[in-house]
């Protein structure tokens, strides 16, 4: 991994949040970008390291399916994936959200960051809405009306930095080895 290569960020957003973050991946690294709707106009053959973002709906990130169904014609190529969400990053939920979306073998070598962003209810479409008035309900059920997490998950925020990207920026450029960024996360 180095400078050198070739790179591509794909991005799957709904609200904005990822696309703002890989934009600003794209920006530091000075690589190429699509939205996942563009990814087929793009011959992804032509890079050596694809960068993957994507929102999480409901414990899933975004379009992760489609990546793990690339995974084998990426072989050749270093695989790096950005999960945006609400979640605080010091979150066990977050943690438990990348086991179930990367439990498989198949993931092996592949470098995970997840960068917190907010929520838009304002770009929210109709039936995320009422999974959130649902995932509230649950909330209050289980922690309380007074709970902070009811709380911060009743409205709009956005805690997006572009500070948030630089271990995944300097893992890009190969400034930070995989055994680097495990003792930072500890």
């Known amino acids: 991994m180095g400078a050198s290569q070739n790179k591509l960020v ?55 399916s489609w990546l793990e169904s690339m995974l084998p014609s990426f072989a050749d190529k270093s695989v790096v994936v950005f999960a945006t969400g609400a979640t605080p990053q010091d979150s066990p939920a977050v943690e438990q959200m990348l086991k179930q979306n990367f439990s498989s073998s198949r993931w092996d070598g592949v470098q995970v960051f997840y960068l917190q962003s907010g929520i838009s209810y304002e770009k929210m479409g109709f039936v995320n809405k009422i999974k959130m008035k649902i995932f509230q309900s649950i909330v209050k059920k289980n922690e309380g009306k007074n709970s902070e997490t009811l709380k911060r998950i009743q409205r709009s925020f956005d805690l997006s930095k572009k500070t948030d990207v630089k271990p995944l920026v300097a893992f890009c450029q190969g400034d930070l080895s995989r055994s680097s960024l495990r003792r930072l996360e500890s």
């Open 10 to 64: 794909i991005y799957k957003s709904k609200s904005g949040f990822t696309k703002r973050y890989a934009e600003w991946i794209a920006e530091l690294l000075r690589c190429d970008i699509v939205s996942y709707e563009e990814r087929l106009s793009v011959s992804l053959s032509d890079y050596d390291m694809i960068i993957y973002g994507g929102g999480i709906y409901a414990g899933t990130i975004n379009g992760i």
